[in-house]
């Protein structure tokens, strides 16, 4: 097998004509789902770090070291579900073939990283680095979300099913059971591990995809 740096040069000298890395990417982008309902077998051991891995190579604003990731595995998962749904809720979860995903990937940010980096010389002419209400756009968000996609796409190229799903109101108690520093601000969770043939479908994937043309501002000016 080609190790990845190989891997990585054999794309840089594909024959320009060749359609297979638009092929491989359009697949992975397209054939994506996610997916609610999971077998209980474990992910291979190292996947996860894999995963995180990848997402190290996603892109940050200014470079910024301002993500941080919790894997959860084993008792850590049922940890994490006993947290979010006590009081025996979970017998009355109409996803109980999400509780079965092995691995729970959760994505951390900090601001102060951010503010400290657009402090800095090449930067601070933005005045992004006085205070989060400086940023009308705050990139530690959307940093997160390229991670997360990052490590969707990650997961569907080993034919690992993902769900991303929020945490909301029991981030405190997460971070006070994982010793996450209070620093850090919770971007969401995503569940990993092998789908099952059958997935029940969530309300929202019902809803129809806009084709592009319709979502795409005219600029009537012109
Ligand atoms: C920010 C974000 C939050 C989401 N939260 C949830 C969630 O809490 N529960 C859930 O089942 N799906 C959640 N989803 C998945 C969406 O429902 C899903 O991406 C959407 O319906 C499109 O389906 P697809 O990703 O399978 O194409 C979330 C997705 C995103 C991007």
């Known amino acids: 097998m080609l190790s990845l740096g190989q891997w990585l040069r054999s794309l840089k000298n594909l024959d320009p004509k060749s359609d297979l890395k638009h092929k491989a990417v359009l697949g992975l982008l397209k054939g994506r789902r996610m997916t609610r309902d999971f077998k209980e077998s474990p992910l ?62 959760l994505i951390w940010v900090n601001s102060t990283e951010y503010l400290d980096r657009y402090s800095e010389a090449d930067k601070s002419r933005s005045g992004l680095g006085d205070s989060e209400s400086s940023w009308s756009t705050p990139y530690w968000w959307v940093d997160g979300g390229m991670a997360a996609m990052a490590i969707l796409i990650a997961a569907e ?42 997935q029940r479908k969530s309300k929202s994937t019902l809803r129809k995809r806009l084709e592009a043309k319709d979502l795409i501002f005219k600029n009537n000016k012109n």
């Not at 770090?49 to 996603?58: F, G, N």
């Not at 894997?71 to 025996?88: F, G, R």
């Not at 520093?181 to 059958?198: K, S």
Request: hydrophobic share 40%.
């Open 157 to 198: 190229s080993q034919n690992l099913g993902t769900l991303f799903f929020g945490v909301f109101e029991h981030e405190n108690m997460i971070k006070s059971r994982f010793d996450i520093p209070d620093e850090f601000n919770v971007v969401g969770a995503i569940a990993v591990g092998h789908g099952t043939a059958e």
């Open 44 to 105: 291979e051991l190292g996947t996860a770090e894999e995963l995180v891995d990848v997402a190290r190579y996603a892109p940050r604003a200014g470079n910024t070291d301002g993500i941080r990731y919790l894997i959860l595995e084993n008792t850590e998962v049922s940890d994490y579900w006993a947290i979010t749904m006590p009081d025996d809720t979970q017998h009355d979860f109409p996803w109980p073939g999400l509780l079965k995903a092995p691995t729970l990937i």
